[in-house]
Nanobody, 118 residues
């Protein structure tokens, strides 16, 4: 089993910056990837950025050039640096981990609110 702990988020003005942090615990040796998703009111949950165990990065087109996903000194922690924030970035952000030998297991964090005021 993998557990996720999130921190960061909060309120920012348009053009501002915030940073999200997620740490996995438990069966971290079985991690395949970690990611941040977000869900705005009335919308489906969408991928924001992801990183595989080997360090391959994926970004949603809407955040490319503004958000940066990085790993901490240990591979079970990730940071999402969000710059030049826009009101449309307002959402609940969820940390996600994919783990297990067949990649069929997923764990979600409880979510952290990001609000960008115009």
């Amino acid at each position: 089993q993998v557990q996720l702990t999130e921190s960061g988020g909060g309120l920012a003005q348009t053009g501002g910056s915030l940073r999200l942090y997620c740490a996995a615990s438990g069966s971290v040796l079985s991690l395949n990837s970690m990611a941040w998703y977000r869900q705005a009111p009335g919308k489906q949950r969408e991928l924001v950025a992801a990183i595989t165990f080997h360090g391959e990065l994926t970004y949603a087109d809407s955040v490319k050039g503004r958000f940066t996903l990085s790993r901490g000194t240990v591979t079970n922690t990730i940071f999402l640096s969000m710059n030049n924030l826009k009101p449309e970035d307002t959402a609940v952000y969820y940390c996600n981990s994919n783990w297990g030998p067949s990649g069929t297991h997923e764990t979600w964090g409880p979510g952290t609110q990001v609000t960008v005021s115009s």
